[in-house]
């Protein structure tokens, strides 16, 4: 019964990270065109519960992209400098839809491991019941 409760806790956690990464992916696309937006991306880790021994995913903190901001010329942008140019955002779109596919995928994955755990376990509790 415990690895039930540990593949409950290994899907809902996978659930939850795929959630925030989405979220993440979803303020990028938002802020794309956002002057100095700088792109957020997040890392996944195995962390195991001393306690339980349960395994779960786990996000990492927020990193912003570390490149340099693209320099765009448009002298009338109420931003640009002397010289007609302002910093632009390091979002990707076509980065931001394969992340937001991936994630969106892992995430129904992660959904039918644990809708597949609760059928096992329900099962198995009818027939203790019987």
Known sequence: MSDLFSSFSIAASG???QARHMRHVSENISNADTPG???KTVNF???TDRATGASRVK???VQLDPRELPRIYDPGHALADESGFYNGSTVDLMIEV???REAGRSYEANLRVFDQTRQMAQGLLDLLRR
Do not use: C, I, L, T
Request: charged share 35%; net charge positive; no cysteine.
């Open 15 to 17: 659930m939850k990270s």
């Open 37 to 39: 937006y700088r792109r």
């Open 45 to 47: 880790h195995a962390e």
């Open 59 to 61: 996000v990492g903190p």
């Open 98 to 100: 394969a992340d937001a």
